[in-house]
Every structure is written in structure tokens, then in C-alpha cells.
T-cell receptor
């Protein structure tokens, strides 16, 4: 049982390049999330999805796009990378925010992205 | 604005003693609070949570206390063990679709 798997684990991009981060979960979770972690800032929500075919903006969505074509996958895209997007990106999934009570999220191992 | 604040970037305690990690929040709509633990090069893992209808939740060596009037929660680890050394994140939700995280506190438990 892999849980939440992120691909790739490391990447270096040049300013202006594009890339896609892939997140896959095998727990049949409805909700999926993309966070970024920066020093002194904790984890900040970029985008999230409450089910297949749905996406919504989080706290810091600018410069990112997402897609959830299949329930188990959540893709995060950077169309034109900027140095300010250098960060560690975490994907997470959960059963949902309103299933009787809030349920905790399970996180992937993270993707360390450097934009030079 | 940071709605969840962990004002202590680091904490060091001796093995066997109590570790107390603190968290403050500003949004009175938050009704569910969680603590996550993170080791280097790994994703955060869920540790313990508490709903706003409670003021205490205990799970083994870990206890979370919630003071709604002060908008403050704390995580107590007793007794602390070297394997508890990690970064601890406090998180809060208003029951919506996201969690707001604090900046984290790095706990070091010395043998």
C-alpha cells in the first residue's frame, strides 16, 4: 500500500520553463491537495480538489494550474517557472472535510523544486 | 496573514522530560485542530487532533489541550524520547476544504 506518491522527488528548472508534478493516491480518497513549504511559512495551500473533475484555488494559487482527470491523480503544473516558486511541494489526500467530522490528510514525501 | 502561529521555531528537551509545543490562532471559525510531525526528507504525518467541542484529547504519550477563549492549543509529549525529534506543525480548519498550518517548531530531544 503506497499511500500518496509524488513524482519527481527533485527537479531543477530554468526560469520560464514549464513542468508538471504528479501525485497519485491509492486510498480512494475524494479530496486531494497541493501545498508548498517555505522556510518560516509553514505549509500553504496552492490548489485542492474535492473530487474527480473538480479543482479550486487555495491560499497561493498564482502561477500554478491543476487537473484531476482521474480520482487517484492530481497534477500540479507550472507554466512559466519563476525563482519565487523554488520550494518543497507536498501533495496530500483525505476522505473529505465534511464526512461527519474532519478527517486528517495523508501526505506524500515531497518534491524539492529549484528554479534558477 | 498567518492565521495559525507557532512562535517558537525550536525547542530542546532532555529525554524523559515533558515537551510542550504551543500554537495560537486568530480565526474564531476554526473548529478542528491537528498536529503533524515531520522528519527530514519525508512528508508530514498526522499525530493527533482535537475538535472545538473538547478541551483535551489524549493518545498515548501525546496530549493536545485546547483553550478556545485564548485561541491557544498545546501539544504535550510525556515522556519525550529521542525519536520524537522532528518538526511539529500545528494546523487548523473551519470545517471547509483546507487546513491552515503554522510555521512549525523543531523539537530536539537529547539523550
Amino acid at each position: 500500500n503506497a499511500g500518496v506518491t509524488q513524482t519527481p522527488k527533485f527537479r531543477v528548472l530554468k526560469t520560464g520553463q514549464s513542468m508538471t508534478l504528479l501525485c497519485a493516491q491509492d486510498m480512494n480518497h475524494e479530496y486531494m491537495y497541493w501545498y508548498r513549504q517555505d522556510p518560516g511559512m509553514g505549509l500553504r495551500l496552492i490548489h485542492y480538489s474535492v473530487g474527480e473533475g473538480t479543482t479550486a484555488k487555495g491560499e497561493v494559487p498564482d502561477g500554478y494550474n491543476v487537473s484531476r482527470l482521474k480520482k487517484q491523480n492530481f497534477l500540479l503544473g507550472l507554466e512559466s517557472a519563476a525563482p519565487s516558486q523554488t520550494s518543497v511541494y507536498f501533495c496530500a489526500s483525505s476522505y473529505g472535510a465534511r464526512t461527519g467530522s474532519f478527517t486528517e490528510a495523508f501526505f506524500g514525501q515531497g518534491t524539492r523544486l529549484t528554479v534558477v | 496573514d498567518q492565521q495559525v502561529k507557532q512562535n517558537s521555531p525550536s525547542l530542546s528537551v532532555q529525554e524523559g522530560r515533558i515537551s510542550i509545543l504551543n500554537c495560537d490562532y486568530t480565526n474564531s471559525m476554526f473548529d478542528y485542530f491537528l498536529w503533524y510531525k515531520k522528519y527530514p526528507a519525508e512528508g508530514p504525518t498526522f499525530l493527533i487532533s482535537i475538535s472545538s467541542i473538547k478541551d483535551k484529547n489524549e493518545d498515548g504519550r501525546f496530549t493536545v489541550f485546547l483553550n478556545k477563549s485564548a485561541k491557544h492549543l498545546s501539544l504535550h509529549i510525556v515522556p519525550s524520547q529521542p525519536g520524537d525529534s522532528a518538526v511539529y506543525f500545528c494546523a487548523a480548519s473551519d470545517g471547509g476544504n483546507d487546513m491552515r498550518f503554522g510555521a512549525g517548531t523543531r523539537l530536539t530531544v537529547k539523550p
